[in-house]
């Protein structure tokens, strides 16, 4: 692989640099409240070279999630490869909660929850298309496989049940304060949604 131009190794520079600043803004004002010229401002770099890189405010929302289901995707690697299906769902669980929760924190996960309410085509909210629907779709089918699971289970309507799990336990970490604890309470919800799908 060729290394990066010293003009590639500036531009991305920037674009991290916009990103950060942009995140930052969001998590302290609210993303409607944050104007794209506030972004370059507050990045010191401009307005053009925010278009440069991000087609809208909701652009740096959606290079932050691929920057989560990079992790996601970098995660499910680690696992090892004999674990059954409940472990697989539970480690994923378990790695996201912490993730999420010391990589970006109540003030910026309450900003994302409500720019996902807002109507556009690019909700990564309801991408199945997903890194990380793809990948508890992959458990579903393994589980199935291995005759963990029922084979008459609806694969991809599967997937959103568990996903809805997950955005349940944050967005009740969200409501509920100081007191919360994500990881233990995203393991107690998910292990009595596994119970469930047993066979």
Not at 24 to 44: M, P, Q, R
Not at 141 to 162: A, D, M, P, V, Y
Not at 168 to 178: A, R, S, V
């Amino acid at each position: 692989m060729n290394p990066l131009t010293q003009r590639q190794h500036q531009a991305l520079k920037t674009k991290k640099k916009i990103l950060k600043s942009a995140l930052e803004l969001f998590s302290k004002n609210g993303f409607n409240n944050v104007t794209i010229d506030e972004i370059a401002k507050n990045s010191g770099t401009s307005k053009g070279a925010f278009y440069v890189h991000f087609d809208s405010k909701y652009g740096v929302f959606l290079e932050k999630f691929k920057e989560i289901d990079q992790f996601y995707e970098e995660f499910t690697k680690s696992l090892p490869a004999n674990i059954s299906f409940n472990e697989k769902i539970l480690s994923l669980f378990e790695g996201q909660m912490i993730y999420l929760q010391e990589s970006l924190g109540k003030d910026l996960m309450r900003t994302v929850y409500m720019s996902g309410l807002i109507e556009n085509e690019h909700n990564f909210f309801v991408n199945m298309e997903r890194t990380l629907y793809k990948i508890i779709e992959g458990y579903i089918k393994e589980g199935i496989e291995q005759n963990e699971l029922s084979s008459n289970l609806q694969i991809r309507r599967t997937s959103l049940l568990i996903s809805r799990c997950m955005r349940g336990t944050l967005y009740d970490w969200l409501l509920f304060g100081e007191d919360y604890d994500l990881v233990q309470e995203s393991d107690q919800f998910i292990r009595i949604f596994l119970n469930g799908l047993k066979k």
